[in-house]
Antibody, heavy 120, light 110 residues
């Protein structure tokens, strides 16, 4: 059974840093692209970042470029998101999601999310 | 404001059919595959449709998708009260090298 579990969320002051983790199991993690998607309270989904299998490519939304860094540890089947220079508008539930093996980039398995609150 | 445009809300009676549109442009929907997601209140999104019109295992055939040019459509037939949720379209944008979602559509089953 595929499992995706995020952790590391919490309350942080503006300008602070936080590192999110996503532990996975039930599939060959190293073979899959992975994504981070966030959802501000009461708002829609916002794509944040993606990383290819083998870490050849990393992609970021303009809103987080230069502040967030996506990474992976295939030995631990884990995905990470290092978030620096956090702003109030980064407050959201952050989801980790697997990219399905398909022609497009559908996200077929999602975690339950971890809440990040940026406030003084 | 999302690059992919969806109606904020739609509604229909139980047993009826509803369509949800997703409008984009050439770099995104026009040249990439579209996915659709259902998000029930308080839960993570769930993949409903991928590669424009394919259903993952376990998704009933009441849900169908299509794409034409720079627009995509999700159709739900035989509406049930349990279908009340937010629905999002998603795709990749080749010029931005970024993923994107529509603003979401809330379905009310009256």
């Amino acid at each position: 059974e595929v499992q995706v579990v995020e952790s590391g969320g919490g309350l942080v002051k503006p300008g602070g840093s936080l590192r999110l983790s996503c532990a996975t199991s039930g599939f060959t993690f190293s073979s899959y692209f992975m994504n981070w998607v966030r959802q501000a309270p009461g708002k829609g989904l916002e794509w944040v970042s993606a990383i290819s299998s083998r870490d050849n490519y990393r992609f970021y939304a303009d809103s987080v470029k230069g502040r967030f860094t996506i990474s992976r540890d295939d030995a631990k089947s884990s995905l990470y998101l290092q978030m620096n220079s956090l702003r109030a508008e980064d407050t959201a539930v952050y989801y980790c999601a697997r990219v399905m093996a398909a022609a497009g980039t559908p996200l077929d398995y999602w975690g339950q999310g971890t809440l990040v609150t940026v406030s003084s | 404001q999302s690059v992919l445009t969806q109606p904020p809300s739609v509604s229909a009676a139980p047993g009826q059919k509803v369509t949800i549109s997703c409008s984009g442009s050439s770099p995104n929907i026009g040249n990439n595959y579209v996915s659709w997601y259902q998000q029930l209140p308080g839960t993570a999104p769930k993949l409903l449709i991928y590669d424009n019109n394919k259903r993952p295992s376990g998704i009933p055939d009441r849900f169908s998708g299509s794409k034409s040019g720079t627009s995509a459509t999700l159709v739900i037939t035989g509406l049930q009260t349990g279908d009340e949720a937010d629905y999002y379209c998603g795709t990749w944008d080749t010029s931005l090298s970024a993923g994107m979602f529509g603003g979401g559509t809330y379905l009310t089953v009256l």
